[in-house]
């Protein structure tokens, strides 16, 4: 599952870094996380004694705005909401767009240094694992209280955006946690594909080993998980536990993730997942380099909007799966609505309306959608959704048509990410590697991990 925002196709799995040792590699995230936490918290402590100032400059004498607007993404990203700005400026000729862009491993110390300096953009590309780390410090719009129409929003993606600041955030875009599999490796290791509504953890396990077994050297059934907080989350929901809790603390204790990981060393010793050194290498692979992508895995795990720039990098259609149950019934699989991103404002913004109108026609004009399409995953808005069908590439009409099948089978949508959650990721990277290169034991890694967590949230 990959780490890099599920919207924007860009890396697999988790692996921001290449090269060295792990150990290094660990102290070079928690270098980085400590750097992250410390700007955030000069924002908090800005923000707590700031009292005005910041986004774009007050509107000029002949009533002409201009409204600074940030977002994460590659070239093709940029290209279309560029393109979407000019239809929303040719709509309102006294409210100007100004763009501000960059990829996701630059985009959060970026922000955090604008706020802290009380200069954020007047609208800005939010994620889930940081929406409330702002939302909580006020550094972000209460948006029910503009107007902005959310009456064809799906429930739970509009819920996601949800906190007790109010509606911080409005989805840009919906998916889903899925497993992606090519057909290819299957059709050449002779083994069918599986029935993703019946099918259980075992049956995951025993047909991946099959594949493996069954094909050259170097290629494996599927990709290993445990590099992300996505595939932890439904391997908890299927347990009866969560991620969070809607108090914001964790929602599971050691022995939770215990099994999570004893599954993952057991598939690895089946040979139905890459060994550990194997992983960490793939987690430095771009996404067209990914095993998916070149045939070395049969199965990986992905967001379902990410389908569309790994069929093009494989050079051939890739089917999408329901996550496996406990039981082998799909109702089970405790999947969910995801926002894959939000459009949020920043709360200084001396344009609150203008910021209100703009992010109204990012939601539900249908210009806006017939130029952004499912860039950002699955139009929220149901009517959009079903004007710009037809303009639809085939794999993105492939992620829209899995979305809606699964919508009778959804549990509840989970707790929001507490403050501090954007180094659970990390963490559970780490400890993943730790278990797989048989330095701690899961029961270790899950009494260590778990503390690590809970002082991140707390």
Request: aromatic fraction near 8%; include cysteine.
């Amino acid at each position: 599952m990959p780490a890099q925002p599920e919207g924007e196709a860009v890396a697999p799995a988790a692996a921001p870094s290449t090269g060295g040792s792990l150990v290094a590699k660990a102290k070079r995230s928690k270098r980085r996380f400590r750097a992250s936490a410390l700007i955030a918290a000069t924002a908090a402590a800005v923000l707590a004694v700031t009292a005005c100032g910041g986004g774009s400059e007050a509107k000029s004498a002949d009533g002409k705005v201009e409204l600074r607007f940030s977002w994460w993404g590659g070239d093709k990203r940029a290209q279309l909401t560029q393109e979407a700005i000019k239809a929303f400026e040719a709509e309102n000729p006294n409210i100007t767009i100004k763009a501000e862009f960059g990829d996701w491993s630059g985009y959060w110390d970026k922000l955090a240094t604008q706020v802290a300096a009380n200069d954020a953009p007047d609208i800005i590309q939010m994620d889930e694992k940081y929406i409330t780390e702002y939302s909580s410090r006020g550094a972000l719009l209460d948006l029910s209280k503009y107007k902005i129409d959310t009456s064809k929003l799906d429930e739970a993606a509009l819920n996601a955006g949800k906190g007790e600041k109010g509606l911080t955030g409005i989805a840009a875009g919906i998916n889903a946690a899925t497993i992606l599999a090519n057909p290819a490796v299957f059709k050449a290791a002779g083994v069918p594909l599986p029935d993703d509504k019946t099918w259980t953890w075992d049956d995951f396990e025993r047909i991946a080993a099959e594949v493996t077994a069954k094909s050259p050297k170097g290629t494996y059934g599927a990709a290993a998980y445990g590099t992300d907080e996505a595939s932890l989350g439904v391997w908890l929901r299927q347990n009866g536990k969560s991620l969070y809790t809607q108090d914001g603390k964790l929602g599971f204790e050691p022995s939770d993730i215990k099994g999570y990981w004893e599954f993952l060393k057991d598939m690895s010793d089946k040979k139905a997942v890459p060994t550990a050194s194997e992983i960490v290498e793939a987690e430095a692979a771009p996404l067209d380099q990914s095993g998916l992508a070149t045939g070395k895995n049969g199965m990986a795990f992905w967001w379902s909007n990410q389908l569309p720039a790994l069929e093009k990098a494989a050079g051939g259609e890739l089917q999408i799966l329901r996550f496996p149950s406990k039981t082998g019934k799909a109702d089970d699989a405790g999947l969910w609505y995801k926002a894959s991103q939000f459009w949020s404002a920043s709360s200084r913004t001396k344009h609150p309306e203008e910021t209100a109108k703009f992010i109204d026609f990012l939601t539900n004009n249908v210009k806006a959608g017939e130029i952004l399409l499912a860039d950002r995953g699955v139009y929220p808005n149901s009517d959009v959704r079903e004007a710009i069908a037809p303009k639809l590439a085939k794999a993105d009409v492939k992620v829209v048509d899995f979305i809606s099948a699964i919508k009778d089978e959804l549990g509840d949508a989970p707790a929001a990410p507490p403050k501090g959650a954007g180094a659970i990721q990390e963490i559970i990277k780490r400890y993943t590697s730790e278990v797989m290169f048989n330095r701690l034991s899961a029961e270790e890694a899950g009494k260590k991990a778990v503390d690590e967590m809970k002082s991140a949230i707390s």
